[in-house]
């Protein structure tokens, strides 16, 4: 998880002010620095304890909270105010915004707006140069397949173990195969929770239950697994995956959903809600013809089209009788990553419970992953690589599966 955020908070009335502290201690990346009923004594506070952020509550006295604002700013410019109000009224939210808030948030504060602020907020300050204290902005990459058995998994699973690799990221892998996800088996993860808990418990989910409910892989990615049984009564809403997704969101700084191959209305959802989507098809006619369905279907949603990439799986596979540039007619696309065929390490890794960065790091399939999670991330290639290196210094830390 990222690092501690260090926050203050005003609010004169005592029943609002414990209930936006309540709501605060229940995520543990916040750090309650100081709380003061006054407004006037809030600068001295503030210019005392330096937060990351100083949260205003305007109800009280607008015309004084307004002037506060200004006033936290002008003095400790690093500190980012975040305010909240009952009242929406567009003059309270520009003043607000003149005098220097970042973000006005309404109240009762919700968590997920709370969570969401922060993380646009990107706190870099008060700490060591380059360090990263506070959440970034979250990417979120579907894995989709377009047939039975093209390796959606094996990429998800390493796709996310590769980020994971790199000392700045905090990555989750969702599976949202509810019927048949074996996402568990490939990290050899027993999970105590699932995302059927996650969904029953929505509504009064806070950070730290969202925290317990994931289970960490030595690699440092985090799991949240199917349901156990099989029970086609339960209902994911898209709604809920809606509010998970959010909440991930403002957690961790990559999400990996594997998707199932229904395209039922959760794994669109989770293709809207997503920044890519790895279409994974390989080098067959079935899968050809179904890339060109699918682009044709993905057409119609602008939210998806967009983020299409396609990923050809398994290159070099004997059998394959259609060559690349033969796909790439036919499809009609740019074919986004080749991931070479190499079955013998991909089912030791997986039989192991073992993600290919560990297990086979030098092997072109898992140089090949590292690449795609360096281009879906942004980063290059070799920076994956040298986080990787300083990453094995501490490999026996992988025997500690503690979250
Ligand atoms: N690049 C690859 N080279 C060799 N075998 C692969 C590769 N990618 C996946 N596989 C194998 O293909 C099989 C199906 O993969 P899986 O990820 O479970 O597919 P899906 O999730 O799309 O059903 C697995 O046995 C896996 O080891
Ligand atoms: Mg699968």
Same mark, same amino acid.
């Given at each position: 998880?990222?690092?501690? !955020?260090?926050?203050?908070?005003?609010?004169?009335?005592? #029943?609002? &002010?414990?209930?936006?502290?309540?709501?605060?201690?229940?995520?543990?990346?916040?750090?309650?620095?100081?709380?003061?009923?006054?407004?006037?004594?809030?600068?001295?506070?503030?210019?005392?304890?330096?937060? @990351?952020?100083?949260?205003?509550?305007?109800?009280? +006295?607008?015309?004084?909270?307004?002037?506060?604002?200004?006033?936290?700013?002008?003095?400790?410019?690093?500190?980012?105010?975040?305010?909240?109000?009952?009242?929406?009224?567009?003059?309270?939210?520009?003043?607000?915004?003149?005098?220097?808030?970042?973000?006005?948030?309404?109240?009762?504060?919700?968590?997920?707006?709370?969570?969401?602020?922060?993380?646009?907020?990107?706190?870099?300050?008060?700490?060591?140069?380059?360090?990263?204290? $506070?959440?970034?902005?979250?990417? !979120?990459?579907?894995?989709?397949?377009?047939?039975?058995?093209?390796?959606?998994?094996?990429?998800?699973?390493?796709?996310?173990?590769?980020?994971?690799?790199?000392?700045?990221?905090?990555?989750?892998?969702?599976?949202?195969?509810?019927?048949?996800?074996?996402?568990? !088996?490939?990290?050899?993860?027993?999970?105590?929770?699932?995302?059927?808990?996650?969904?029953?418990?929505?509504?009064?989910? @806070?950070?730290?239950?969202?925290?317990?409910?994931?289970?960490?892989?030595?690699?440092?990615?985090?799991?949240?697994?199917?349901?156990?049984?099989?029970?086609?009564?339960?209902?994911?809403?898209?709604?809920?995956? &809606?509010?998970?997704? $959010?909440?991930?969101?403002?957690?961790?700084?990559?999400?990996?959903?594997?998707?199932?191959?229904?395209?039922?209305?959760?794994?669109?959802?989770?293709?809207?809600?997503?920044?890519?989507?790895?279409?994974?098809?390989?080098?067959?006619?079935?899968?050809?013809? +179904?890339?060109?369905?699918?682009?044709?279907?993905?057409?119609?949603?602008?939210?998806? #089209?967009?983020?299409?990439?396609?990923?050809?799986?398994?290159?070099?596979?004997?059998?394959?009788?259609?060559?690349?540039?033969?796909?790439?007619?036919?499809?009609?696309?740019?074919?986004?990553?080749?991931?070479?065929?190499?079955?013998?390490?991909?089912?030791?890794?997986?039989?192991?419970?073992?993600?290919?960065?560990?297990?086979?790091?030098?092997?072109?399939?898992?140089?090949?992953?590292?690449?795609?999670?360096?281009?879906?991330?942004?980063?290059?290639?070799?920076?994956?690589?040298?986080?990787?290196?300083?990453?094995?210094?501490?490999?026996?830390?992988?025997?500690? +599966?503690?979250?």
């Amino acid at each position: 998880m990222s690092g501690v !955020v260090r926050l203050s908070i005003i609010d004169p009335n005592e #029943a609002t &002010r414990n209930e936006l502290k309540n709501m605060l201690i229940g995520v543990d990346m916040v750090w309650l620095e100081a709380e003061c009923s006054r407004y006037e004594f809030f600068t001295e506070v503030v210019s005392q304890t330096k937060p @990351d952020i100083a949260l205003i509550s305007l109800d009280a +006295n607008p015309e004084m909270a307004l002037n506060l604002i200004a006033h936290v700013t002008r003095d400790l410019p690093s500190c980012n105010v975040i305010v909240v109000s009952s009242s929406q009224e567009g003059s309270l939210i520009l003043k607000a915004m003149r005098n220097g808030a970042k973000e006005f948030l309404g109240f009762p504060l919700v968590l997920e707006d709370f969570l969401s602020a922060l993380n646009r907020i990107q706190i870099t300050s008060g700490k060591s140069e380059g360090e990263h204290n $506070a959440p970034r902005s979250s990417q !979120v990459i579907t894995v989709a397949g377009v047939s039975g058995g093209v390796g959606c998994t094996s990429l998800a699973i390493n796709l996310a173990c590769c980020l994971a690799s790199h000392d700045h990221n905090s990555v989750a892998v969702i599976d949202l195969d509810l019927a048949l996800g074996d996402t568990d !088996v490939w990290l050899d993860i027993i999970p105590d929770y699932t995302i059927q808990d996650v969904a029953e418990n929505i509504s009064r989910l @806070d950070y730290s239950l969202l925290k317990r409910s994931l289970t960490k892989h030595a690699c440092g990615a985090f799991l949240l697994p199917r349901p156990v049984q099989m029970d086609m009564s339960m209902q994911i809403t898209t709604e809920v995956l &809606r509010r998970i997704i $959010a909440l991930l969101r403002a957690t961790f700084t990559h999400l990996v959903i594997d998707v199932s191959k229904s395209y039922n209305s959760l794994d669109l959802a989770a293709m809207e809600l997503s920044d890519t989507v790895l279409l994974t098809a390989q080098l067959d006619l079935p899968c050809l013809r +179904n890339v060109v369905r699918l682009s044709q279907f993905f057409d119609t949603n602008d939210h998806i #089209a967009e983020k299409i990439k396609v990923v050809m799986n398994r290159l070099g596979l004997e059998d394959t009788q259609i060559s690349v540039s033969k796909a790439l007619e036919t499809i009609g696309r740019e074919i986004f990553c080749q991931i070479p065929n190499d079955y013998a390490t991909m089912v030791e890794s997986r039989n192991n419970g073992i993600p290919l960065v560990m297990q086979a790091p030098k092997a072109k399939l898992t140089r090949t992953i590292m690449g795609l999670a360096a281009s879906v991330s942004g980063e290059s290639a070799s920076e994956q690589e040298d986080s990787v290196s300083r990453k094995k210094k501490s490999l026996f830390g992988f025997l500690n +599966n503690s979250k």
